[in-house]
């Protein structure tokens, strides 16, 4: 068998964090569509960034690498016929899988006999059934070597002997020949008659012997498909003949147009084919090789028997390759890349910059909020997000935690706390920030008393309060 063509198909899968997957349902066109082998894929680390935020599965095919030791299996789905389960094995976090599905289409040779045999009873010649319509279309694209009916030459010898006895001769007799010497109107009229009535026999005799001979002239499709004169003609020819070699059955697609090889072929399947899908003793997989066995035995039985040239069905297939390709994340959530503008809680530890008698001096707790300036995917690590600058950046306000104040020097913002005001960028993770901005508090004149506002630069450390869900996630026992 030889593989030619390859198409892809893609889906998104929920993530996992490395456990082991047994409801990762795989879904083929048909129930015709044969799974030969699935194969589970890595995507090279050093790619991950860029996919994860282009998600084009084409631009990085090739730098998905099979996973040597990954043993995939798979089943069918009791109740849909076109449905896989499979088991994956654990999977490390944090990187892009893809589990390729390879499979023959249901225009193969292996869809045929799946029809076939969901198709078998007594009568399977008696009208044209789908695996008949399928064979059709193979033989069709088969060409030069179309799935097409020839006789054995032990099958010519048959209908040789069948019609030994059989005067052809009369077909050629005209009418006029017939009667020629007779007056008598009413005796013209009987041997007429007489002349028509043989010649319709030896046809009908013929036609008998043919479609026992030959079973393939029984379909219905095939019995329009000849006229008397082929008949008369393949017959002639036969009788004329003393014995028969190779070259001489391809005389019966001559005369009588040619047939798909339903015959031999559905033969091929009750002799090989039957058992094997009948108790499923073959192994997943496998029934491509079932196959292409049983077609090299045949092929040594019709040599052994020197029955005339190898059949057409035993010519060897072209198959069609799909794949099917399904992309598993073990990344956290999903491959989404944007989600509402957001306020984010955050705590840190902000450090004052001014460094002299009137501000403040060293640094302080604070509770804040970071309000975002574009949308952006907090659930994805931020190695692998390809943040814009703005995505990066959210406004940042906050209240310090504890008081500022020093006597006839500066007192807080309000009540016991100062405001701070400034902005925020995100480093190493999507929950911490750096902080900047100025810190608002009251500055005390000291002759008068009066209080002006005043700022403050400073730089800060924090972390979102959302992350305590992650931590606690991850560390059920963690206290935070």
Known sequence: MQIFLSFSQTEDIEPNFGIRLTDIEVELPNEYNYVTHMQLQILSKSKSKHYYNNNNEGKYDDDFENVRQAKITWKKKEGANNKYETIIPPLKPNRFYRLAVSY???ESVVALFLMMHKEKNADWYSNQKEWMKL???ISDRNEPFSITYDPTIIELYGFQYRIKDTDLSILDIKESQYIKGIKDEK????????????????IVELDKAAKIEFKVLNFDENKSRYTNKDLIDFSKWIQSKSDFNED???????????????????????KYLFGPLNDNSYKLGELLDVIK???NEEKLNHYNKKTGLLPNYLIEWVEEDLIKTTVLSTYSNSFETSYKLSLVPDFGYVAYLNNNDNTPQGGNLFLGVNISLSPSNKNAPLQISDLTTKQRLSIHTGVTIGSIAQDNVRDDFFGDYSLLLGGSYKVLTQGTRINFGGLLYNKIDAINGSKSLAIQPYLGLSIDLEIRQWLQTLFPKLKI
């Open 293 to 295: 066995n049983a077609v």
């Open 187 to 202: 005796i013209i009229k009987q041997k007429k008659e007489e002349l028509k009535k043989k010649k319709e026999n030896i």
């Open 135 to 137: 064979l059709n279309r």
């Open 104 to 106: 023959y289409s249901s």
């Open 248 to 270: 001489d059955i391809i005389a019966f697609s001559g005369n009588f147009v040619n047939s798909p090889d339903y015959i031999n072929i559905y033969e091929f399947y009750e």
